[in-house]
């Protein structure tokens, strides 16, 4: 199969999906499984991350030969998703509904996140035994998968102290679990890849968490992911440039997103650009309960490919970026639930620039949110442009929006339903703002205006340049930000 690579960074996937507006592009497959005679030292591999111009000549003519084909459906996803599952114990189950929404039941009574809506979800199954997923659609027949969890019968490998981390990672071995001694630094220092399948590094015994920490060496190193079901649980990614001492940038990643399955839990952040750094190969990427802290320089993940999910996480903030931005044509199926975003450097805490099916729920916002590409200042998007660069399919529910935070929807933007969420405003601003032309189907339901500094004046919603029937708006109301309570000899 044809390989094409665009100037800056490779895309990767299937056909790809689109509203009305979007034009199927080809990508690159997922990378052979480990262990295949004749493909794993491939000549190939060595040109991955890097981009030429006969390459991009040819990407141009093949997006000429594209721009006039059918759109085959309303849905990015073109793969069929298994009519059962066996994962191992400890490994996490991915799954979606690209018809619609879905209430995803795992079946896994007591676990955490045994129950999601969205586009797209994943579960974590710790015990083995036979369990049912329920997919379950308004109106629609409910769709059963049994799901078969085998006993982690892996080979333990236990680091130890003073391991060369660089080459262990190059030796590891398939379906393994490997144990990072508490306490314990290992470095890193090069761009180092993990083409392993069904690999789990998690921490062991008491004291602080092990750490990954990356030091002088290559720029932008990171841990590259190549194969599936790879697990980090515990372990504190970190590099030798503490921001005290260094400001800015310092071209380093935590880990890259290449494979699919990819699994990020109870994890931390520190003193690298971008924490998780999704390809466009990625295919399945679950964050949960991570914390990303405010030494980290610029994006707590970067999204591209498909299928990402982030449980009760914390961003507490970006020195110089987003916490999560989508900004790449074709990335599709996003959930967001009970994760709590801080940015207080002026830009947006979340932005869902580019990219389709995305489902936001439950979540803490404490600076703005921008749904839809950024507006152009000379003149509005091109039909050319926006078959490509939209944002469609969203759903922005039962969040919260303090400290004057706002939501912004801009031009490309469709398809969006914004409901049941409480949103802090003063005298001055509006809760949302919405920037055309090109809007399309944005329905705002039922949300709260917190007033915290009394009665206004000002509307909910302000717009420019849209035109009528874009936006919908019905439900609204406004309620009195409760006094704080008073502390006691003040």
Not at 216 to 234: E, K, P, R
Not at 354 to 362: K, L
Not at 397 to 426: C, F, P
Request: aromatic residues 8%.
């Amino acid at each position: 199969m044809w390989r094409f690579y665009s100037l800056s960074r490779h895309t990767g996937g299937g056909l790809e999906r689109g509203s009305s507006q979007t034009t199927p592009i080809l990508h690159r497959p997922l990378p052979p499984s480990p262990g295949i005679p004749g493909q794993e030292k491939c000549p190939l591999t060595i040109f991955k991350h890097y981009s030429y111009s006969l390459a991009v000549v040819a990407w141009v003519l093949i997006l000429g030969q594209l721009a006039s084909a059918q759109v085959l459906r309303p849905s990015l996803s073109l793969r069929q998703s298994p009519n059962q599952y066996t994962i191992t114990a400890g490994n996490a189950l991915f799954e979606e509904s690209p018809q619609g929404p879905a209430e995803f039941d795992f079946g896994d009574a007591g676990s955490p996140f045994n129950v999601l809506t969205g586009f797209n979800a994943a579960h974590i199954y710790q015990k083995p035994g036979d369990y049912i997923l329920t997919l379950h659609r308004p109106g629609q027949p409910d769709i059963k998968k049994p799901v078969h969890v085998v006993p982690d019968n892996r080979q333990i490998i236990r680091l130890a102290p003073g391991t060369d981390f660089e080459l262990f990672l190059r030796r590891l071995p398939n379906n393994c679990v490997v144990l990072m001694p508490c306490g314990q630094t290992f470095t890193n220092s090069r761009p180092t890849e993990i083409v392993a399948r069904n690999v789990c590094f998690r921490a062991e015994g008491q004291g602080p968490p092990p750490c990954i920490k990356r030091v002088a060496g290559f720029s932008y190193s990171s841990i590259l992911v190549h194969s599936s079901d790879v697990t980090f649980d515990g372990i504190t990614f970190d590099s030798d440039k503490p921001s005290d001492k260094y400001h800015g940038r310092v071209s380093y990643r935590g880990v890259t997103s290449d494979g699919a399955r990819l699994v990020l839990k109870q994890c931390t952040f520190r003193n690298i650009d971008v924490c998780m750094f999704c390809n466009g190969s990625s295919r399945g990427l679950l964050v949960q309960w991570c914390t990303i802290t405010p030494e980290v320089r610029t994006y707590g993940i970067w999204l591209d490919g498909s299928d990402v999910v982030v449980l009760g996480s914390t961003f507490r903030d970006s020195q110089e970026e987003h916490n999560i931005r989508a900004d790449e044509v074709g990335f599709h199926n996003l959930l967001l639930y009970q994760d709590d975003f801080t940015n207080t450097h002026g830009k947006e805490t979340f932005t869902f620039r580019v990219g389709e099916n995305a489902y936001i729920s439950h979540c803490a916002f404490h600076n703005w949110v921008r749904l839809g590409p950024t507006p152009r200042k000379d003149l509005p998007m091109t039909p050319e442009e926006l078959r490509t660069r939209h944002a469609s399919h969203i759903v922005f529910t039962n969040n919260r929006l303090d400290g004057k935070a706002w939501l912004n929807i801009d031009e490309g933007a469709s398809d969006v339903l914004i409901r049941y969420n409480k949103i802090d405003q003063d005298a001055v601003g509006v809760p949302l703002r919405a920037q055309g032309p090109n809007l399309k189907d944005i329905r705002v339901i039922d949300n709260i205006r917190n007033l915290t500094a009394g009665p206004t004046a000002k509307p909910f919603i302000r717009q420019w340049q849209t035109e009528p029937g874009n936006i919908v708006e019905k439900g609204t109301r406004d309620v009195q930000a409760k006094a704080p309570a008073a502390q006691p000899g003040k």
